[in-house]
């Protein structure tokens, strides 16, 4: 069991990343995906792959919590907040796009979002991802068709310009 799940815990970890852009929540979630998994693993299909299940159980805890974080909003003291959470990354281009890619990933339904990240960065097939997700083989390639659409718009167009005002005219 453990030589099955150990080398899936840095994509299950890059997984809630990008789903809860959070570090230190994405951390717990993965726990608390493992520890679902350990406690369950008996319910298991014994035949299939743990790949497709794991990432079926951490993304079913991810939408609970995503549920529940959006109907109570989340405060932070100044004191209580440590440092990291004010730091900034270097303005490099880089940097940059690596920005407006997480901005446009985040102005994805979240069900586009899911099916492009398991397919796209964890790479698992289109029937992986809809076990994982519990969907049709033919909904994760449309999903994953409209997420690849509208990320290319959100990622090719043009940014937004100030309106240019006409020129003076001098009237005499």
């Known amino acids: 069991m453990v030589r099955a799940i150990e080398p899936l815990i840095p994509a299950l970890r ?4 990008a789903l809860l852009a959070n570090r230190a929540d994405a951390d717990d979630l993965v726990q608390d995906c493992l520890e679902r998994a350990v406690s369950r693993w008996h ?3 014994p035949d299939s792959e743990p790949r497709p299940w794991l990432f079926a159980i951490l993304h079913n805890l991810a939408m609970t919590r995503l ?16 440092e990291l959470e004010f730091a900034r990354p270097a303005t490099q281009e880089d940097a940059l796009r690596h920005a407006e890619l997480l901005r446009a990933l985040a102005q994805l339904p979240e069900d586009q979002r899911a099916v492009l990240l398991l397919v796209a960065v964890e790479e698992l097939s289109y029937a992986e991802a809809a076990t994982a997700l519990d969907i049709p083989i033919g909904t994760v390639m449309s999903r994953l068709s409209r997420a690849r659409a509208r ?11 100030a309106p240019v005002s006409p020129p003076l005219r001098r009237v005499k």
């Open 14 to 17: 890059r997984y809630a990343r």
């Open 43 to 45: 319910q298991r299909r």
């Open 151 to 161: 990320l290319h718009t959100l990622l090719s167009a043009e940014p937004a310009r």
């Open 67 to 82: 549920r529940r974080a959006s109907s109570r909003p989340r405060s932070a003291s100044i004191d209580e907040t440590g």
